[in-house]
């Protein structure tokens, strides 16, 4: 049984197979999609050991709620959602998230843009700029690909307040990350339509 | 179009998983957790089994006895109505023979009472 090479194919194969009950398909899943739950709970702000604790806790539930996972997107996707929920839900219970205020501080900003290339970007380092409720939102936007509604509604927040963090947490990631500047008006746009 | 592009190179980032080195540590943990829950809900499963199993036969017990205690109550019914009969005829009887008939059941009740005096001493 342990000498048994790992179940191989694609992800929605080895879900039907984990949703049948065949858990190492499911331990391949894990290996495969493990590193982006474990970055993405570290980008929406949680420290390394919580965010390796709630992306464990993520492919239990993912295990437990396999077989609601058809294929329509991408395993990846649906996993972080889950991941994303729980790691809201924990930081929620522990009464630290504190969202609904506008923080008027400014980040510190990079260097002066310029000069900058997108292979030197550093997204993890760019994060640290925004405050944690532009890096939530963000991240919950464009990491977990939530809409702004969604987000909205788990964070239990205005719909406005988090098109605000998502603006300035874009402004501000713009700027750090040396691209061109420009208003960030249409970011909110197309998160509302793929949403 | 700055903006999309921006965005664009966002989501790309996003997706790029960062490398951890403890990524099959990682894995073999939830695995290990995946396989302990399942070896706890393999004992609960089977410890409910066995509760079950233990309630079915106590009920298939119980009918049984309730059947042949039932079956029991219609003879013990049969017997009482012959000692009625014969109840009836006590007062019949002749005086020595009530008398002799007294003092049997009172020597039963005497030996049962000695016999409780005894258990419980």
Known sequence: MGTERPPTGHDV??????????????????????????????????????????????????????????????????????????????????????????????????????????????????????????????????????????????????????????????????????????????????????? | MADLDFETQLARLYGQAPAFRDADLFAQQVTDRLDRGWALRRVLIGATGVVAGVAAAAQLVSARFSTEFSEMSHEGAQQLGKLTQRYDQLFTLGGSETLWLAVALAGLALAFAVTRLMDEV
């Open chain 1, 13 to 195: 194969e080895l879900a039907a197979l984990a949703a049948a009950g065949d858990r190492r398909a499911f331990g391949e899943l894990v290996r495969r999609h493990g590193s982006a739950v474990r970055g993405l709970l570290r980008r929406l702000g949680a420290d390394p050991a919580t965010a390796d604790d709630v992306a464990q806790d993520a492919f239990l539930v993912g295990y437990e709620q396999i077989a609601e996972y058809r294929g329509e997107g991408a395993f990846a996707g649906w996993i972080k959602k889950i991941a994303a929920r729980l790691y809201l839900r924990k930081v929620k219970r522990e009464a630290r998230l504190v969202l609904t205020e506008t923080p008027e501080e400014e980040a510190p900003v990079g260097p002066d843009g310029s000069a900058a290339t997108a292979d030197r970007l550093d997204l993890d380092e760019a994060l640290k700029s925004l405050s944690k409720a532009e890096r939530l939102c963000v991240s919950l936007c464009y990491g977990a690909d939530w809409s702004h509604a969604e987000a909205a509604e788990v964070l239990n927040i205005p719909l406005g307040t988090v098109k605000s963090h998502v603006k300035r947490g874009l402004d501000k990631l713009r700027a750090r990350m040396a691209a061109p500047s420009g208003s960030a008006s249409n970011d909110s746009a197309r998160r509302e339509s793929h949403g």
